[in-house]
């Protein structure tokens, strides 16, 4: 049974998108950025907003208008190496887990 569409996309995106991990990572916080807070318990909420905000640590690159050019993922994708976004879809995956574990 699937507990929340969004979520469930979001993996659905980490697993089979054709991409490497970063790009799959990226894919799914984009996805997971679109929950609201009451959609997951407290704490699986405050970690999956933990593991978003490593995963664009850099911040949004934005031109002289302040319009966005590459959101906060995208603009921190060269920076960071495969294996650091290898981790953060294990967390990624294991607050999924324990959100349908419940």
Not at 50 to 73: F, T, W
Not at 81 to 102: D, H, M, P, Q, W
Request: proline share 1%.
């Amino acid at each position: 049974m699937i507990k929340n569409d969004r979520f469930w996309t979001a993996i659905v995106a980490l697993v089979t998108y054709e991409k490497d991990v970063r790009h799959r990572v990226v894919l799914a916080c984009q996805i997971l950025d679109k929950m609201q807070k009451d959609e997951l318990p407290k704490h699986l909420y405050e970690r999956l907003e933990e593991i978003k905000e490593q995963a664009g640590k850099k911040g949004a690159l934005r031109n002289v208008d302040g319009n966005v050019i590459k959101d906060r993922y995208e603009n921190t994708i060269t920076l960071r190496k495969n294996r650091t976004y290898s981790k953060l879809a294990g967390k990624i995956f294991s607050v999924y887990e324990e959100f349908n574990s419940n």
